[in-house]
């Protein structure tokens, strides 16, 4: 891990030159007109790192068009931040992230929302898989059990899954993972995610549950496991790596975040699919998931009101 007292983690400045160094590699890139390398430095002692386009003759600095825009809280406070969140393995609470940067809880709280925006992925990818790939395809239940709630808070209705909220994941061995939050686990609702998530040439490895057996056949090959009888490994058929990814995710719930909204899920899984795309494993520094993360703040900023609508009116989820 990077050292957290580097400079650019300790002074405005630093964390400037830092910024335009992972925003603007290939030029300054102006955010009002889209032109490259047409800016110009402005020296003011009163606004440092501004710039002037001399195509569209506006003034912008390089946190115009982020997340960072217009925020009050210290840029190389915000870059400890998302170093923070990018390099620890099971997540870092909102406490802590306010314990450490100095700064009020609710504050750290939508910090950390408005990271894990940025890192949410866009819509410019292809399917997982391809051929002679295999990909793994199974959900799990996100919430907390009814015999640890206060007896007060128990609902005895709530037996196994209900009351949960259920996270279906797809994870191409060796490669990526893909989460999402799914209202029902059945053909209807996961059959359209296989399709446009997974690519066809691809070997789709799951349980044996009811599902999974109507889609699995458009595969190039299909193999399932059957929990039921405890056979979880036959040959390359199992769905130990998607297994994996779902002990980290709720080791993470469980003992960093404890508590998780109906609403946030979607950012959360967002968070435990960038660190694991961009693990260790796959030689990825502490440093360039930071930096991997940084480049995707451009157009995700998100106001207090959107990160923070019906926070109220949410259930937790108990990890």
């Known amino acids: 891990m990077t050292d957290i007292t580097a400079k650019r983690f300790k002074n405005a400045t630093e964390a400037r030159k830092h910024l335009e160094s992972v925003r603007w590699?290939?030029?300054?890139?102006?955010?009002?007109c889209g032109t490259v390398d047409r800016a110009s430095r402005i020296k003011s002692e009163r606004r440092a790192g501004l710039w002037f386009c001399n195509a569209c003759r506006k003034q912008f600095s390089v946190t115009v068009g982020t997340?960072?825009?217009?925020?009050?809280?210290?840029?190389?406070?915000?870059?400890?931040?998302?170093?923070?969140?990018?390099?620890?393995?099971?997540?870092?609470?909102?406490?802590?992230?306010?314990?450490?940067?100095?700064?009020?809880?609710?504050?750290?709280?939508?910090?950390?929302?408005?990271?894990?925006?940025?890192?949410?992925?866009?819509?410019?990818?292809?399917?997982?898989?391809?051929?002679g790939k295999i990909v793994e395809a199974d959900e799990t239940y996100i919430g907390g059990k009814e015999r640890t709630k206060h007896r007060s808070k128990r609902n005895p209705k709530?037996?196994?899954?209900?009351?949960?909220?259920?996270?279906?994941?797809?994870?191409?061995?060796?490669?990526?993972?893909?989460?999402?939050?799914?209202?029902?686990?059945n053909a209807k609702t996961l059959r359209p995610i296989l399709r446009t998530q997974?690519?066809?040439?691809?070997f789709l490895m799951t349980d044996d549950a009811g599902q999974y057996r109507i889609i699995g056949p458009e595969f190039a090959g299909y193999e399932t496991v059957n929990h039921g009888i405890e056979?979880?490994?036959?040959?390359?058929?199992?769905?130990?790596?998607?297994?994996?990814?779902?002990?980290?995710?709720?080791?993470?719930?469980?003992?960093t975040y404890h508590h998780v909204s109906q609403q946030?899920?979607?950012?959360?899984?967002?968070?435990?699919?960038?660190?694991?795309?961009?693990?260790?494993?796959?030689?990825?520094?502490?440093?360039e998931r930071a930096d991997?993360?940084?480049k995707g703040i451009e157009g995700k900023r998100l106001t207090y009101r959107r990160a923070d609508s019906g926070r109220g009116s949410q259930t937790s989820l108990n990890g």
């Open 25 to 32: 590699a290939d030029g300054v890139h102006c955010p009002h």
């Open 67 to 131: 997340l960072f825009e217009r925020s009050k809280v210290p840029l190389h406070k915000w870059l400890l931040a998302v170093h923070l969140l990018a390099s620890s393995k099971k997540g870092m609470s909102a406490h802590q992230l306010h314990r450490t940067l100095g700064v009020t809880y609710k504050t750290a709280w939508f910090m950390s929302h408005r990271i894990r925006e940025a890192i949410r992925p866009g819509t410019d990818f292809g399917p997982l898989g391809g051929e």
């Open 158 to 185: 709530n037996i196994g899954a209900v009351g949960k909220q259920i996270v279906f994941s797809l994870v191409e061995r060796g490669g990526s993972v893909r989460s999402h939050h799914v209202p029902h686990v």
């Open 198 to 202: 997974v690519d066809r040439k691809s």
């Open 231 to 255: 056979e979880y490994v036959r040959g390359d058929a199992h769905t130990n790596t998607v297994e994996g990814y779902f002990s980290i995710l709720k080791r993470g719930i469980n003992g």
């Open 264 to 287: 946030h899920l979607k950012r959360y899984l967002a968070e435990f699919d960038f660190r694991y795309n961009e693990r260790s494993a796959l030689e990825v520094t502490d440093s």
């Open 292 to 294: 991997k993360a940084l």
